[in-house]
């Protein structure tokens, strides 16, 4: 049994069984993760039900909480008395719940604890609204009157419905004021400053002719007609968009009469079935993957982030795969093998252990400083002071990204080199390819799973990465997408928004911080969705590319 034992030992397979339980291991970590983040995140969009609580406050006298459960926790009663809190309760473990109250604006803040040996009792009333504002957060009371022009137009239990239409037609109102702010009256403001910047090049050139000057001026004369139109145009959907106003009361009695304008939303949760609150559920989803964020990004969407998170992945690629293979190519191909090539390789190996914030240092004195500045002194003399690439962007955050992932895409296409077989060029050259040809067409498309392998892992750590984006071009909030009708259509130069940076945003700089946790859920299983989609997008084509050169290696 010994000797039975021992072979077993030897022949290696406990380690077989070691590795595939870390695997395991590994893998229900990452499911267990990803759940965790899924069900705190999704739930977040559910519209939870509005209790009207009779609660007996530390002074004695009862009030009125409407508010919904968020988290509910054992408090032990020791630590509750330690804090100064008093009840009649002989429990040493007690329920605290905490709630949303919403009316910040009135409340002071959007949530608080409720215990539960202070619940007199609750109760699920049925007209009770929840009202989704531009401002403020969300709005939970009664509705008693709709308003147009100041007069009443509805009451009671009419409100509702003059509220649900009329608040259509506000959200009608601000699409098209939307529209024209960002869209006609942005390219005439970009047009604007496209005709101040040429005639600042000509006067720098000396070519400002009279001529010349005519010419900028009927332009500029025919933008400012178009900006003017659009002004009165915008004035007058603005005095219609707050033409409406409803009156609510709230939870201490008092009414709000706020404008119609700064409602988002409004539902009234306690009288939703399974099917409608599953319809909000899918809006308010949509909402948050396809809108702007607002509330200091506690609120709202995070389409910006998203957009800014795969352009800038994308732009990375394309910078890193050329480079990455042909110093891998030159490395293995044409370089004399020796000291200096073998001490080039550990340093690429080495550069892959380099914090990430170094790259974003180096990104900013090299790439924004250095070349930036450069580049505006050459061909932008005209925007000084005002930097064009001298400043932190777009461009400058691909390259450093480019260049942290450089060591990865070189190591994995140099593999890929090493494993073609050699009988393969022998041939090719004795069919009379030259070295380049037999490069170009042979070595290069079979190593090409193996580049395809690199730029997965070079994806998959880009996407994720914060710290030196924070330094060469990463925002809170990016006025405009880097994309846009306006030539050049990509703009390079633009800052954007970063969904690895929203998340340290939202978690560690939000003023409202019960608010902000679930969407810190959310946008981090919305980041890991975004890998996985690009990363199994590269992952498709690195297989069809094995299947197509794998008779060739055989």
């Known amino acids: 049994m010994a000797r039975r034992g021992g072979n077993w030992w030897k022949s290696g397979d406990p380690w077989i069984w070691l590795t595939a339980g870390a695997v395991t291991l590994c893998i229900l970590a990452v499911a267990g993760l ?23 406050e530390q002074d004695g006298t009862i009030v009125t909480v409407l508010a919904s459960v968020r988290e509910t926790e054992a408090v032990t009663s020791a630590r509750l008395r330690e804090a100064g809190l008093t009840f009649d309760s002989d429990l040493e473990q007690v329920d605290r719940y905490l709630v949303k109250v919403g009316n910040r604006d009135r409340l002071g803040s959007d949530f608080r604890f409720l215990l539960e040996p202070r619940i007199i ?41 003059e509220l649900v239409q009329r608040s259509e037609r506000v959200a009608e109102l601000r699409a098209r004021i939307r529209e024209l702010e960002r869209g006609t009256v942005g390219s005439i403001n970009y047009a604007m400053e496209d005709l101040r910047l040429e005639r600042r090049r000509l006067e720098l050139d000396g070519a400002l002719t ?95 982030a998203i957009f800014g998170t795969v352009v800038m992945v994308l732009l990375m690629s394309a910078f890193v795969t050329p480079f990455g293979v042909i110093a891998a190519v030159y490395l293995r191909e044409y370089a004399k093998q020796g000291p200096l090539t073998r001490t080039i390789r550990i340093a690429v190996n080495n550069l892959a252990g380099v914090p990430s914030i170094v790259y974003g240092v180096f990104g900013l004195g090299f790439f924004v400083y250095f070349l930036g500045g450069n580049i505006d002194a050459l061909f932008y003399p005209e925007a000084a002071p005002a930097p064009v690439f001298g400043t932190p962007g777009l461009l400058w955050s691909s390259l450093t990204l480019a260049l942290l992932t450089l060591p990865v895409v070189i190591v994995a296409t140099e593999e890929g080199l090493a494993r073609i077989p050699r009988s393969i060029l022998e041939g090719s050259y004795a069919l009379g390819a030259t070295r380049a040809e037999t490069l170009w067409r042979t070595v290069l498309p079979m190593a090409s799973p193996a580049m395809m392998t690199g730029l997965i892992l070079a994806v998959a750590r880009a996407a994720g990465e914060v710290a030196p984006l924070m330094l060469v071009g990463v925002v809170k909030l990016a006025p405009s997408l880097p994309i846009d009708g306006n030539p050049p259509f990509l703009h390079l130069d633009r800052k954007f928004m970063h969904l690895g940076f929203h998340i340290y945003d939202v978690g560690f700089q939000s003023p409202n911080v019960e608010a902000a946790r679930p969407l810190v859920y959310a ?26 050169y794998r008779a060739l290696e055989s």
């Open 34 to 56: 990803l759940l965790l983040i899924s069900v705190r995140g999704l739930a977040h969009f559910w519209p939870d039900h509005v209790y009207a609580f009779r609660y007996a």
């Open 121 to 161: 009792g609750r109760s699920l009333p049925p007209d009770v609204v929840v009202i989704e504002r531009t401002e403020w957060g969300d709005q939970i009371g009664y509705l008693r009157v709709v308003k147009e022009g100041g007069a009443n137009v509805a009451e009671g239990r009419a409100a509702w419905p």
């Open 210 to 304: 009279e001529a010349r000057v005519a010419e900028l001026e009927r332009e500029r004369s025919e933008l400012d007609a178009q900006y003017s139109g659009l002004q009165e145009e915008l004035a007058r959907l603005y005095t219609q968009i707050q033409r409406d106003s409803y009156v609510m009361e709230i939870q201490d009695g008092s009414t709000v009469e706020l404008p119609l304008a700064t409602v988002v939303r409004a539902y009234r949760p306690n009288l939703m079935g399974p099917l409608d609150k599953l319809g909000f559920w899918f809006a308010k989803l949509w909402e948050f993957v396809s809108d702007d964020p607002r509330e200091a990004n506690t609120e709202g969407g995070v389409f910006p």
């Open 523 to 548: 946008t981090a299983l919305l980041l890991v969705l975004i890998i996985i989609a690009l990363n199994l997008a590269a992952v498709h084509i690195r297989n069809r590319l094995r299947e197509k």
